[in-house]
């Protein structure tokens, strides 16, 4: 089955940076796109970035565009987010999600791992 376990969150200042990993396994890596979700605290989940499957198409929401980038290494199974210039609203849970046909909401996803930032 699908398993995705994010890492590298955690407390940062406003303006400083992040760099997210998700291990990806239970399934081939390479043949599908990949995605970050985010919740932020009282909102709904929100998608983040897209990367195809070979790494070469990205696409961002325009509220991280210029900020952050998502990239992959096929050969470990693991998708990145690099986080730059990061300010208080980018306060979420983030989360790597599996590509699947339908909604966002339902793509598989893993639990999850908490970036904040704040001064």
């Known amino acids: 089955q699908v398993q995705l376990v994010e890492s590298g969150g955690g407390l940062v200042q406003p303006g400083g940076s992040l760099r997210l990993s998700c291990a990806a396994s239970?399934?081939?890596?390479?043949?599908?796109?990949m995605n970050w979700l985010r919740q932020a605290p009282g909102k709904g989940l929100e998608w983040v970035s897209t990367?195809?499957?070979?790494?070469?198409?990205?696409n961002y929401a325009d509220d991280v565009k210029g900020r952050f980038t998502i990239s992959r290494d096929n050969a470990k199974n693991t998708l990145y987010l690099q986080m730059n210039r990061l300010s208080p609203e980018d306060t979420a849970v983030y989360y790597c999600?599996?590509?699947?046909?339908?909604?966002?909401?339902?793509?598989?996803r893993g639990q999850g791992t908490q970036v904040t930032v704040s001064s």
């Open positions: 999600a599996k590509w699947d046909p339908g909604i966002y909401q339902n793509w598989p």
């Open positions: 239970g399934f081939t890596f390479n043949n599908f796109a």
């Open positions: 990367i195809n499957a070979g790494g070469s198409i990205t």
